[in-house]
């Protein structure tokens, strides 16, 4: 790792502190999946972001101005026993030499050490209603200190939620998140490619998945950006569908959203592709619609757009093409007015990406669409799914497709990180015939 990264984003984040306030972040608890087991441990984003530090039981503090040094983390001891049973641990003198605190203590001792270093603040910085026992440990703490209000010290006055100024720092990503994005993207645009060059008839949709999910691992990926949708057939209007159990049979598309996820950065992306490796001519009417709305989405993600443009643009696209199919009718102007398209496209364009797959950061600033920026990262994801009605067609029915890949926003113009998974009809058909 390279801790001088972690240590210019605490000090960004010092620039929106006052001097006598002080930052509070603890990392995600382990969960309990049944008897003495816990579910994988992933740190909490915000705490990594700033840190660095993988392990469970620990929270950074930064105090500006401390004497001894700013930065202090509670970590676990090292302790050969549990280690032996466990793993290994960094302990309090490999937080100092390798993640730069400037002091470290054993977290059992948290409830000694922490209330002191919250002595004489103004405000407390934290992630307020994210982890609601910390919450109300902190709340103990200030109450211990008020009770002390006769030895002249006195209690933080404020607590300010944290999320207000580092999501917006988290919203930009600076070359060294872009590079391990581009990682993630490139991960799992392969495993995407493996999943339509091993799809055929008669398997199941876990089969496929654990082919896909094979090359996320193979390229160095600990886990997945969030659970795989591998949804044959009428699974595929089920947006977010995790089952994957049901047998995937010819004449069907399979669409799988699925990302892998890189050191704590994901990729997220969709491709949907017939079962048996040749759309229909009904199928491929409506994905050459929904990849027509993606290109015009593109073409709003440079900066100076605003978030919604994509949007806007993707929903046009999908509108008209379905008023063209005979699945809506009006005119273009009465499908956007009435928001008609709704019933076959019901999600938006697309969502921030970072450390988490949806990641953090404001939509809009003061009631409006926020600029897009260079160094924003997000989605762009239309998709029409047509599940059965009397309105429509039967030989419609049950095509599900979605096209996502991830975007980084440049000054002029963007950047795909996942345009190398195929996505036009005869680029997915000549890979499967192959």
Known sequence: MNKEIYARRRAELLNQVGENDIVIVPTSPERSRNGDVVFQFRPDSDFYYLSGFAEPEAVLVICPNRAQGEFVMFCREKDPFREMWDGRRVGLEGVVEQF????????????????????????????????????????????????????GKHAPYEFVDLSHILHEQRLFKRPDEINLMRKAGKMTAAGHIKAMQVCQPGMYEYQVQAEM???????????????????????????????????????????????????????????????????????????????????????????????????VAAVKVISQGLLDEGILTGTLEQCLETKSYSDFYMHRTGHWLGMDVHDVGDYQVEDQWRELEAGMVFTVEPGIY?????????????????????????????????????????????????
């Open 386 to 434: 047509v599940s059965p009605s009397d309105k429509v067609n039967e030989r419609w029915h049950h095509i599900g497709i979605r096209i996502e890949d991830d975007v980084l926003v440049q000054k002029d113009g963007y950047e795909n990180f996942t345009e190398s998974a195929p996505k036009t009809v005869s680029e997915i058909e000549t890979l499967m015939a192959g």
């Open 100 to 151: 730069g605190a400037d002091d470290a203590f054993p977290y059992e001792d948290m409830h000694e050490i922490l209330p002191g270093l919250m002595e004489e603040k103004e405000k407390v910085f934290t992630q307020v209603g994210r982890y609601p026992d910390f919450d109300a440990q902190l709340l103990a703490w200030i109450n211990q200190i008020k009770q002390n209000a006769g030895q």
């Open 213 to 311: 999910e094979c090359e996320f691992r193979k390229a160095g990926s600990h886990y997945n950006a969030y659970p795989s949708i591998v949804a044959g057939g009428k699974n595929a209007c089920i947006l977010h569908y995790i089952e994957n159990d049901q047998v995937l049979k010819s004449g069907e598309l399979l669409l799988i959203d699925a990302g892998a996820e890189y050191q704590y950065y994901a990729a997220d992306i969709s491709r949907t592709f017939p079962v048996n490796g040749r759309f229909t001519p009904e199928q491929k009417a409506l994905y050459e619609v929904v990849l027509e709305a993606q290109y015009a989405a593109f073409e709003k993600c440079s900066a100076g757009h605003n978030w919604d443009d994509p949007h």
